[in-house]
């Protein structure tokens, strides 16, 4: 079978070597002709664990290429996985897909399969069916199908490779029999429905982890008000199969590339439709106050942050990635910087795309203890292993004031307090003193 696969961001590329990784012949496709030669090389233009091994792999079964005459003409498989990043609205701009659709009708000369991957609000399967019927150049029979995604950043080939499910929303037999021929060398149950179904499925999901997510963080703040421990509450719920003991660890909120931008296309979605879609607007609501918690936390020992000197330990939006997109850093660092903060910061791999948008604001540091030498305070933003497991008595040794306030849980309040330290957690108390 040859596949095409259009985009070579997280779901394109991820989706495109772990294809060839079981045995099918891919052609990788991008506008963008650096990242194209890069990957000709062998280089991932992502950071994702395991995807460069995979490409370097399965080099044989993959080519990449700028052309899109060459990579649709003769598919039998075209998976879209272009982006459709948030439009100023909280739409999705579904821009890239529709190219990409115009394209593959003017390209194609044999019936071929068009699978949308990337997470498209309902109904634009059947727009991409319309493009693509309307700018047909042959006679051809080209299906759409949806298929989306659900993979994490970080674990993305894992999350592939060893789906939970493989949803496909088909309109006929004959799409539903190629596309389980494709996915035949993968061990994963399939959810078969129709597209407009299965567009519901990716945005239902998400929002739903989104929600569980800020539910949690309310609760966690409730927590600190009336004096419980978060982290106890979430075991006690969590091993109720009902609720699932996942998506439960309370913070500064969710950040990334898929759960700010879909609650907020979900919402514009049922807005559209005259429908208020009340959870998923709570969760944003949420999401955006537990953001900026630490800072209300800080009020409690300092007024302002003029000409304090502040660590930042953690700039992604979450660990395994060097994403900072919807990231808390970008929320926070801002305010202490605009408030007169000297800021000092440290990530494992997310420094180099915090340099792109704060080149000269904030010091970089190149290790942990370099950021906390004679700092006021220390915020904790993303819960890297080299932060978890970064010893308590140096916070107090190098720190001039050892104030952490902690954004992801990641110490134990004892400990903590045994060390020395001032420590601030997200709705957590100690159980006994
Ligand atoms: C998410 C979905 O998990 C994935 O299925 C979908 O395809 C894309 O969006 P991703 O954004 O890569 O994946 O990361 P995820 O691990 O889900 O975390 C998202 C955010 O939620 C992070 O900022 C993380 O810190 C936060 N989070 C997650 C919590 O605050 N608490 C949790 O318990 C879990």
Redesign the pocket.
């Known amino acids: 079978m040859k596949i095409s696969v259009a985009g070579t961001g997280?779901v394109g590329l991820v989706t495109a070597v772990c294809l060839a990784e079981k045995g099918n012949i891919v052609t990788c496709l991008d506008i963008d002709m650096g990242k194209i030669a890069l990957m000709q090389k062998g280089f991932s233009p992502i950071f994702e664990p395991k995807l460069e091994e995979l490409m370097q792999k399965n080099r044989d079964n993959i080519v990449y290429t700028s052309d899109y005459i060459m990579a649709y003409r003769d598919a039998d498989v075209i998976i879209i996985g272009v982006g459709t990043p948030e439009k100023k609205d909280g739409s999705a701009n579904l821009k890239y897909v529709f190219e990409v659709a115009k394209q593959i009708a003017e390209t194609v000369e044999r019936d071929c399969i068009v699978i949308v991957k990337s997470?498209v609000p309902v109904g634009t399967n059947d727009k991409v069916e319309q493009i693509i019927k309307e700018n047909r150049k042959c006679k051809v029979n080209i299906e759409v199908v949806s298929n989306p995604?659900?993979?994490?950043?970080?674990?993305?080939v894992q999350?592939t490779l060893n789906a939970t499910r493989i949803v496909l929303g088909v309109e006929s037999q004959k799409a539903e029999s190629i596309l389980k021929q494709m996915y035949s060398q993968f061990e994963i149950p399939f959810v078969i429905t129709d597209r407009r179904s299965a567009e519901m499925i990716?945005y239902a999901?998400?929002d739903f982890?989104?929600l569980?997510?800020s539910y949690?963080?309310e609760m966690a703040n409730l927590c600190e008000i009336v004096g419980a421990n978060i982290e106890d509450v979430a075991k006690g719920m969590g091993m109720d199969p009902r609720i699932g003991d996942?998506?439960?660890?309370?913070?500064?909120?969710?950040?990334?590339?898929?759960?700010p931008k879909?609650t907020k296309a979900l919402h514009w979605l049922a807005s559209f439709n005259d429908y208020e879609l009340k959870t998923v607007k709570a969760a944003i609501e949420v999401n955006e106050n537990q953001k900026i918690k630490l800072i209300k936390k800080s009020k409690k020992y300092f007024d302002s942050f003029k000409g304090l000197n502040i660590a930042v330990l953690g700039l992604t939006?979450?660990p395994g990635?060097d994403?900072l997109r919807?990231?808390?850093s970008l929320v926070n660092i801002p305010l202490l910087i605009e408030d007169g903060a000297n800021v000092k910061a440290w990530d494992p791999v997310g420094m180099d795309n915090f340099r792109k948008i704060y080149p000269d604001e904030i010091k970089y540091c190149n290790s942990i203890e370099e950021t906390l030498i004679d700092t006021d305070i220390c915020f904790i933003f993303?819960?890297w292993p080299e932060i978890k497991n970064f010893k308590l008595e140096k916070f107090t040794r190098l720190m001039k004031n050892p104030l952490v306030l902690d954004g992801?849980n990641c110490y134990s309040l004892d400990e903590a307090e045994k060390r020395g330290l001032i420590y601030e957690s997200i709705g957590r108390r100690k159980v006994f003193n």
């Open positions: 997280y997470t995604e659900f993979l994490s950043q970080g674990t993305a999350d990716k999901a998400n982890l989104a569980k997510i949690i963080n996942r998506f439960l660890n309370a913070g500064i909120g969710y950040g990334g590339s898929c759960f879909d939006f979450k990635t994403d919807d990231a808390p993303t819960e992801r």
